[in-house]
C-alpha cells in the first residue's frame, strides 16, 4: 500500500499507520484485527488443541495424523495428507495423476492459480502442460471439457475463482464438469482453498462437494485462519503416492506444530460461523453497491469475499482509508491495488463486518470517496 506521493519511505510510514490504528479501530469492514506475534503465539499456548499430553510431531505423526483424519472427515474422504504449502500440495498431486495417466496435459484454466503465482512451477518444476478448455473470464463448461482435444492427465476446477473475484459455477454446472470429467476416465481435482465458505452457495454439505471430485486440496491458513499449510484429500492408495511427491518437493519438515494446532484452532471455532460471514457478505455489498464510483461484477459475492472496483487511483484510496480510520475508528475497504486500468479493493467478510448495516457501509465509503476525490486532486 502507498502514500499518494509513491515513494518508499511513505509506503513504510503508511503500512505501519494503518497497522497501529486497525489494532485500536473501533470497527473493521474488512478482514481482521492485526496482532503481535507474542499475541498470536500467546493464543496458540493456550489452546485446547495444544493442551493433550502427546510428543511434538517428528516428520508427522501425533497432532498431524489427527490434523489429517480431522479434515479427512469433514471432506468425506478416506485420506488426507498435510503440506507446508498449498504450492506444492497441488503440485504433488498432480503429479500422481500424470504419471498414472502417462500424460503431462492437465485441463486448468489460465487464471489458476498454478498458472499465475507459482513463478512457472507448474512447467519448469513439474513438467506439467497446461490445457486451457477455455481462456473466457468464467469457469470452463463440461462441453468445453468434452470438446478439449488429446489425452488429458486431470482437470482441475477452483471453488471458488478467486481471479474473477471468487466466482463459483452453479452447483448443475459444477456437477455437469464433474460428470464430464468421469466420461472422460480422468480425475477431476478440486482446488478449494475456500472450499469451507463455498457450502453455503451450493447448499451442500462438504462431503457431497468432495464426491464429485477425485482429489481435493483445502487451505488451512485463509478461511480457517491458521498459520500456513494445506492438505490434500483422496484415496489411500493416491495419498500414498502423494507422500512421495511431499519428500520429493522437501515438504516433509522436521516439526510443525504450531501451524497444525492453528489449524485445529480454526476448524473448531470458524467453520460454524462462515454461513453467517457470506450471508453478510450479501449486506454488505448492498452498501457498496449504493455508492455510484463502485463497481461490483454480476452478482457477485458468492462467498464471503469479493472484488469491488473504481477508477479512483489506489493509492489516494489508500492514504482516504487510513486517514478516515484515525479520524474515526472505522476501517473501511482497505489495501487498493491497481490492475486493468482500474483500482480493486478485497472485501473479506468475517465477524468484525457484522456489524456494519448497509447504511453504515455506505456512509463510510461516502466519506472514504469524496476524501480520496480531494486527495486526487
Do not use: C
Not at 92 to 115: E, K
Not at 134 to 157: F, M, N, Q, W, Y
Not at 228 to 256: H, K
Not at 294 to 314: C, K, M, Q, Y
Amino acid at each position: 500500500m502507498g502514500g499518494i506521493d509513491g515513494g518508499s519511505g511513505a509506503r513504510v510510514s503508511e503500512r505501519q499507520r494503518q497497522w497501529t490504528a486497525s489494532r485500536t479501530a473501533t470497527r473493521l469492514l474488512s478482514n481482521e484485527r492485526p496482532v503481535t506475534p507474542g499475541e498470536r503465539l500467546a493464543a496458540l499456548s493456550a489452546s485446547p488443541n495444544a493442551q493433550p499430553v502427546e510428543p511434538v510431531d517428528l516428520y508427522g505423526g501425533g497432532m498431524v495424523e489427527r490434523l489429517e483424519s480431522r479434515v479427512a472427515e469433514l471432506l468425506g474422504k478416506p485420506s488426507a495428507l498435510w503440506f507446508p504449502t498449498g504450492t506444492m500440495a497441488q503440485q504433488a498431486i498432480l503429479q500422481v495423476w500424470a504419471a498414472r495417466a502417462g500424460s503431462r496435459r492437465v485441463a486448468v484454466h489460465p487464471l489458476h492459480h498454478t498458472q499465475l503465482q507459482e513463478d512457472g512451477a507448474f512447467t519448469t518444476l513439474s513438467g506439467l502442460e497446461p490445457v486451457h478448455p477455455t481462456t473466457a473470464r468464467r469457469h470452463p463448461t463440461a462441453d468445453e471439457l468434452r470438446s478439449t482435444a488429446g489425452p488429458l492427465a486431470a482437470a482441475v476446477v477452483e471453488l471458488p475463482m478467486q481471479e474473477l473475484g471468487y466466482v463459483l459455477p452453479t452447483w448443475d454446472e459444477f456437477a455437469a464438469f464433474a460428470a464430464a470429467a468421469r466420461e472422460r476416465g480422468i480425475p477431476l481435482h478440486v482446488d478449494g482453498a475456500r472450499i469451507w465458505e463455498s457450502r453455503t452457495r451450493f447448499a451442500k454439505a462438504l462431503p457431497q462437494i468432495a464426491a464429485e471430485a477425485a482429489s481435493v486440496y483445502v487451505s488451512m491458513y485463509k478461511g480457517v485462519g491458521g498459520l500456513s499449510g494445506a492438505l490434500v484429500a483422496a484415496a489411500p492408495d493416491v495419498i500414498d503416492e502423494v507422500r512421495v511427491w511431499r519428500t520429493r518437493y522437501g515438504g516433509n519438515v522436521f516439526q510443525q506444530f504450531p501451524a497444525i494446532v492453528a489449524a485445529l484452532d480454526g476448524l473448531d471455532t470458524r467453520l460454524d460461523r462462515m454461513d453467517a460471514w457470506v450471508h453478510h457478505a450479501a449486506v454488505v455489498a448492498e452498501g457498496l453497491r449504493r455508492l455510484p464510483e463502485l463497481r461490483i461484477d454480476g452478482d457477485l459475492p458468492h462467498i464471503n469475499e469479493f472484488w469491488v472496483s473504481t477508477d479512483l487511483p489506489a493509492a489516494a484510496l489508500n492514504t482516504a482509508v487510513l486517514e478516515h480510520l484515525e479520524a474515526t475508528g472505522e476501517r473501511w475497504l482497505h489495501g487498493w491495488w491497481t490492475a486493468d486500468g482500474a483500482s480493486v479493493a478485497e472485501a473479506t467478510i468475517r465477524d468484525e463486518a457484522l456489524g456494519w448495516s448497509a447504511d453504515d457501509v455506505a456512509a463510510a465509503g461516502r466519506a472514504v470517496l469524496e476524501r480520496a476525490r480531494s486527495l486526487a486532486g
